[in-house]
């Protein structure tokens, strides 16, 4: 139980020293804003009534604050805000936001509270938000986003941050980041890359554009499928001129005095055996283109397939193939030799 107590007291004594050196920081509840001023840059376009609505948004705020009720604070001043950008309103959001740990948002309030220098706020509190300004960077760190692609959406975490072409430094937490830069018919960029206290990193993000591709011209495939046609055509017309010289080749043997009986080789007349000969020839080579007409439709057909449009990155390597489709033939062969390359 002492042990308890001790750690009891030493939160509350910790609690209540930030929460003074947090009172300290900001804008005094009796401060004065003063509303009539119209020659400072933040007055331009407000008018005094709208100004003395947000001076009264400040003041609330300033009361929760010292409460302290920091999120009500919070809201009292942006609200103020968003009628009117003072910058002792900008002050006062900044410290209560460090009160909530809102370190990146109290970073962007600071800066816009030493955007006119010290026009507004009292020397002390101007140097106050300089210095805070200097530790709460040394918090974080910044990331410098470049992307050349012109109409390229890049984004910081799934928050658009610029469309290209352009350059952005963000100052961001010390964590990890997702950087993206996309576009359609173009390949998506995607980067992860973690960020230490007080770091730069800088991340160029250059887009390559998708293309349409096949691994040959149109026509060469078709040109396979349509060398086999040619070849199984021959075939044909190789069948029917053999089986038009078998057909004489029987009439004329029919002729001959052994025919009946049956004929030697030598009783067959030269003629007829040249005949029968070349009969033979052109039946294997109507087989022959058959053979070879079929399978090269078959490997058209699937040329086909494969040359079928594909996306690839605009640039890459060229990994266009070649089809060479030569005859083949010899004694008592006949083929085709079909080579593809890539």
């Not at 401060?31 to 933040?42: G, I, L, S, T, Y």
């Amino acid at each position: 139980m002492k042990t308890a107590r001790t750690a009891l007291f030493l939160g509350v004594l910790v609690s209540n020293l930030v929460l003074d050196r947090a009172s300290l920081h900001a804008q005094p509840a009796t401060a004065q804003v003063a509303v009539e001023d119209n020659d400072n840059p933040w007055n331009r376009d407000v008018p005094l009534a709208t100004r003395e609505a947000a001076k009264d948004l400040f003041l609330e705020g300033n009361r929760l604050f010292n409460i302290p009720v920091y999120t009500r604070a919070a809201e009292k001043y942006l609200a103020a805000l968003a009628m009117w950008k003072h910058p002792a309103f900008y002050f006062n959001l900044a410290i209560t936001q460090l009160n909530l740990g809102q370190v990146l948002e109290a970073h962007d309030s600071l800066e816009s509270t030493l955007k006119y220098g010290m026009q507004v706020l009292e020397t002390d509190r101007y140097q106050e938000a300089q210095k805070q300004l200097r530790e709460v960077e040394g918090l974080l760190g910044r990331i410098h986003i470049t992307c050349p692609t012109e109409g390229a959406e890049v984004t910081l975490d799934g928050t658009t941050l610029f469309t290209g072409p352009g350059t952005r430094e963000e100052w961001v937490k010390a964590t990890a980041h997702q950087i993206t830069a996309r576009r359609a018919a173009y390949v998506t960029q995607a980067r992860q890359i973690t960020i230490a206290a007080g770091k730069l990193e800088t991340v160029n993000l250059t887009l390559t554009k998708l293309v349409e591709d096949r691994p040959w011209m149109v026509w060469k495939p078709w040109a396979v499928v349509a060398t086999g046609v040619a070849f199984a055509a021959a075939g044909g017309a190789f069948h029917a001129l053999s089986s038009r010289k078998f057909a004489q080749y029987d009439d004329n043997f029919l002729t001959l005095p052994c025919a009946s009986m049956g004929c030697k080789d030598d009783e067959i007349r030269p003629e007829m055996k040249a005949q029968l000969s070349r009969a033979q020839l052109e039946r294997r080579l109507a087989y022959g283109g058959y053979i070879a007409g079929g399978s090269v439709i078959a490997l058209g057909a699937v040329l086909v397939y494969l040359n079928r449009p594909h996306v690839v990155e605009q640039g890459s390597p060229d990994t266009r193939s070649t089809v060479a489709v030569v005859p083949a033939f010899s004694t008592d062969t006949v083929g085709v030799l079909v080579t593809v390359s890539r």
